[in-house]
């Protein structure tokens, strides 16, 4: 077995056999919310996020925004080049809700916003993902990575906005996380599933909220293999 090199919440990270520039991410049957204090097994869970991820990457990097993702390794598995992680969540909201409501409570939840929110999160569990001005960025990445992952976070967006229309799902938000190749190429890294985006029918969730909620297990499933069969219907992955 390859060495492990990382284990977050739901993931686990090995080194690729043979070629130190990749990596092989496993992804867990767990779900976490409340940084942990709620924790449950879903079995396929991991599996049906291995396949999200990867069909949503592969869409990406067709479509000129570059992702660490190089191949989907059935069912849970996902190659992928190694990042040096940036320690930053980026966020893109497209309609209020979630903790946007708490900084600007003028606005309604499930409203449209005049153009996508972009906001930056420092990665930290234990300080809860602080949210970070541009004065604070400065302290973490060069000024030129910022507006780069400012850019490629509002085009992934028009993609996934697009492509998720075309499906009957409302792009609400979702998280990103970006990293840098060996080489020192600036690409999305981490994972886009539902635990990372919010995906709305007519308003009701098809994501992580139903678990933040307090929905149950079986609820959480049914609602991400919902997601998985429509995206598995679009993107066929080997
Ligand atoms: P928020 O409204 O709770 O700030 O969440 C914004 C988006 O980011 C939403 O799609 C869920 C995602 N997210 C994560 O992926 N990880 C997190 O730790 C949090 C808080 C949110
Ligand atoms: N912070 C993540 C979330 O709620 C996971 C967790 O809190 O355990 O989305």
Redesign the pocket.
């Known amino acids: 077995m390859a060495a492990k090199i990382c284990e977050g919440k739901t993931k686990k990270v090995f080194a690729a056999e043979n070629d130190g520039s990749k990596v092989i991410i496993f992804f867990k049957d767990d779900i976490t919310a409340f940084n942990g204090k709620r924790h449950d097994i879903i079995p396929e869970k991991g599996a049906i996020s291995a396949y999200i991820s990867s069909a949503i990457f592969k869409l990406l990097n067709e479509n000129g925004v570059k992702t660490h993702f190089i191949e989907y390794i059935p069912p849970n598995k996902m190659l992928a080049w190694k990042l040096n992680m940036i320690p930053l ?1 980026i ?1 893109c ?1 497209n309609i209020a ?4 409501l708490k900084r600007l409570p003028m606005l309604k939840k499930g409203e449209r916003l005049k153009k996508p929110i972009i906001e930056f999160f420092y990665k930290s569990d234990e300080l809860g ?1 602080p949210l970070l001005n541009e004065c604070h960025l400065e302290y973490i990445v060069n000024r030129e990575a910022i507006e780069e992952m400012k850019q490629i976070t509002l085009k992934a967006n028009e993609i996934l906005k697009k492509f998720f229309e075309e499906l009957g799902f409302t792009l ?4 990103l996380e970006f990293g840098t190749t060996m080489q020192g190429e600036l690409m999305i890294g981490d994972e886009l599933t539902c ?4 995906l709305w029918i007519n308003g009701e969730s098809f ?2 909220d139903i678990y933040r909620r307090g929905g149950s297990p079986e609820d959480v499933l049914k609602a991400y293999r919902k997601v998985y069969e429509a995206i598995k219907e679009r993107i066929e992955l080997k």
């Open positions: 969540e966020v909201r809700t979630g903790s946007l993902d609400v938000d979702f998280k635990d990372t985006m919010r994501d992580k």
